[in-house]
């Protein structure tokens, strides 16, 4: 009989490819789910084989014949492969791609799924278990009474309030229940502490998943949660596509974060998989946050997730001081204000820490001629050159592109260029001459690069007793510091005016995340925040009556608005050289059959209009309800992939959107 194979393959092209088996193979060892070698264009690539048919739309005279099988039995488990098949679906993406992305990059490229080693770390345990108060107890006994029922936990703490404590004592009770434990964490910089804290709690083999191993190492992570044989993995969010034996729960550490959001390709949020991975599988998922993203309010508020509050600072821990600095009548120093100097002096004095917090890496964000005001710009993207100082030079943040610093403006050849504006290293110079004689430990991406740089840099951090620290937001997450006892905020603005409607929730999460670092211990805190802007509604709300109040109001703003989570938005991106295929090609996709149901804005320039040399578009795509929004979707989407403009740009499609 006729035999066909069906595969995905990890081209973009959203459909399955036909192959005839390969020769002399006998038909028992064609098993769903195996990796299969084919011939493609003038390469060779692994697909997964999906579907066994006995008829194909291609002649069979044009059927190419499949190179090789690669496994004897499916490589992902069922509830993975079922997860990945929902996630293209939903996603609308490439079903090969998304089960691509769910391997290890050994597994992509053939390898056999053995592994040589398992380097999963000593199992040092020691520390134990705190006595939980009334909240945290409440907390752990309502997940336990969820397990093997999909349930989702809101578990809404306040920083410092022991949520992580919470998270421990709960997975103590799935691994007496026999059952692994998925921790998903944002970002790579947090997972050496929290790590280590897990670590120190059980004595069993805890895997971290990273983009800082080696695919060696990833290969026998995978291999070790898929049989069992590891109890915990922790990861950034491509960990929510892990296999397991019997996962029995998942946390989503700090829910709120945007990093859980692939920003490119397979555009996926990692919370909103896992999600759907804990009601597959009917095990419960907590999702863990002092500053919870309004989606998840919103769905608190529809009765759809169990809120579980922690609404006090464990131990003797009291919630930090707020004071605004009025940038407008102070008398500032190189972008810090006399009142923050003084109190900075005061702390230092004391033997405590104080953390600087300046989003904006880099010497500063702009190099100008004072004599007719050139600005040193990307060439290839709408934006300016940084200026850097160590190693000395202009780097744009968007491309990557660097270049020497020139002596002289390039348009009137005037030999004093300025830097203009605040970034962390003219803040660290600063520091130095004001505070001589105090260590000043500088935490951003661009001195974190090397692997194992951050571990250092916190060590470090702890082993010191005074200390100024300096950072972007890489400091602002998670990080527990106990001697930390002042937070300084030096420009609250940058985030108080754009044009995302989701930027001031993020800049309330943001800021708290970075209050909380102060006084997480004995010791109480102050947090500083210097401003041209103290009169602004939003963050006076923030500040004096918190982000249970702040997230309401900007919930009633959002559903005035129709915008989420109270409507649902995709976004069409485009991408060409010329800017007019772009807009076009946007501009065709919105006159095809758009429902009466569906709002389409646009197209419209993207936020950064030129990026890498190429001009990005938008089109925005909103409904009241998900299924109306799938629905045309799924009916427009075969259309676009029609259209003769498409080829001549780069295009994608961006559902339930974080980033405008
Ligand atoms: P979060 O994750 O909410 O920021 P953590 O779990 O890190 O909070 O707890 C903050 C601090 O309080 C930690 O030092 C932790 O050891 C301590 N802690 C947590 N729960 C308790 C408790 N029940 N009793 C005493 N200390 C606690
Ligand atoms: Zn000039
Ligand atoms: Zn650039």
Redesign the pocket.
């Known amino acids: 009989m006729f035999v066909c194979l069906r595969l995905a393959l990890p081209t973009p092209v959203r459909r399955l490819f036909d192959y005839l088996p390969p020769q002399h193979i006998d038909n028992n060892n064609l098993i769903i789910g195996i990796r299969v070698k084919v011939p493609f264009r003038s390469r060779t690539l692994i697909g997964i084989l999906v579907e066994i048919a006995h008829a194909s739309t291609v002649p069979s005279t044009k059927l190419k014949t499949a190179i090789e099988l690669l496994d004897s039995k499916p490589l992902l488990p069922k509830d993975v492969y079922r997860l990945c098949c929902w996630a293209a679906d939903y996603y609308h993406h490439s079903l090969g791609e998304v089960l691509m992305s769910a391997l290890p990059a050994l597994l992509r490229k053939g390898r056999r799924p053995v592994a040589r080693e398992m380097p999963m770390g000593s199992t040092a345990a020691g520390d134990t278990f ?4 009334i909240a ?1 107890q409440a907390a752990v006994t309502t997940i336990h009474t969820a397990q093997n029922h999909f349930r989702v936990f809101l578990l809404n ?1 306040v ?7 919470v998270y421990l004592h709960a997975i103590a009770n799935i691994l007496n229940n026999k059952q692994q434990i998925l921790v998903l964490v944002p970002e790579i910089s947090l997972t050496p502490q929290v790590i280590e804290r897990f670590r120190a709690r059980f004595a069993i083999p805890i895997a971290a998943l990273h983009s800082g191993l080696s695919e060696q190492e990833r290969l026998a992570t995978w291999l070790a949660a898929k049989s069992g044989m590891v109890s915990i993995v922790i990861g950034t969010r491509s960990a929510i596509f892990t296999p397991f034996a019997n996962l029995g729960l998942i946390i989503v550490d700090e829910e709120h974060d945007n990093s859980f959001k692939q920003q490119d390709r397979f555009r996926y949020h990692a919370r909103d998989l896992a999600i759907m991975r804990a009601n597959m599988g009917r095990f419960p998922i907590v999702l863990g946050s ?1 500053t919870p993203s309004l989606e998840s309010l919103y769905n608190v508020k529809r009765g759809r997730y169990q809120v579980l509050l ?1 609404p006090d600072r ?2 003797e ?1 009291t919630l930090p001081r707020y004071v605004v600095l009025d940038l407008r009548s102070a008398l500032v120093k190189q972008g810090l204000s006399r009142d923050l100097l003084d109190a900075m002096q005061v702390h230092l004095r004391q033997g405590n820490q104080v953390i600087l917090f300046l989003n904006r890496r880099g010497f500063a964000p702009v190099l100008y001629c004072v004599q007719c005001g050139w600005v040193a710009e990307c060439k290839r993207c709408d934006t300016n050159m940084v200026f850097h100082r160590e190693p000395c030079k202009l780097h744009c943040h968007h491309c990557d592109a660097r270049c020497p610093v020139p002596d002289t403006c390039m348009q009137c050849g005037y030999t004093g260029l300025q830097p203009l504006g605040l970034g962390t290293q003219r803040l660290e110079q600063t520091l130095m001459a004001c505070f001589p004689h105090v260590p000043i430990i500088r935490v951003d991406r661009d001195n974190t690069r090397r692997k194992g740089a951050i571990q250092d840099l916190l060590k470090k951090i702890n082993q010191q007793k005074q200390a100024i620290l300096l950072g972007t937001q890489m400091l602002a997450k998670g990080h ?1 510091f106990p001697r930390v006892t002042l937070v300084g905020i030096v420009d609250a603005d940058s985030s108080l005016f754009s044009t995302d409607f989701r930027a001031p929730e993020q800049m309330g999460q943001l800021l708290l995340q970075v209050a909380g670092r102060a006084g ?1 211990a004995e010791r109480s805190g102050t947090v500083m925040i210097q401003t041209r802007y103290p009169d602004h509604a939003l963050l006076k709300m923030l500040l004096h009556q918190g982000y249970q109040h702040f997230s309401t109001a900007l919930l009633v703003e959002r559903e005035q608005m129709g915008l989420p989570p109270y409507s649902y938005l995709a976004i069409f991106r485009a991408e060409s050289y010329c800017e007019e295929r772009a807009h076009h090609f946007l501009a065709a996709v919105k006159k095809l059959n758009v429902p009466h149901a569906i709002t389409a804005l646009g197209p419209v320039p993207a936020l950064l209009a030129r990026r890498k040399g190429l001009h990005c578009f938008h089109l925005l795509v909103k409904a009241s309800h998900r299924g109306i929004l799938q629905n045309y979707l799924k009916s427009v989407l075969p259309e676009a992939e029609k259209l003769a403009t498409r080829r001549s740009v780069k295009w994608a499609l961006d559902v339930d959107p974080v980033e405008m």
């Open positions: 705190r006595t939980l108060n945290q703490g920083t410092g309030s022991g949520k992580t404590e002092a922690l464990a131990g821990a527990h997480r």
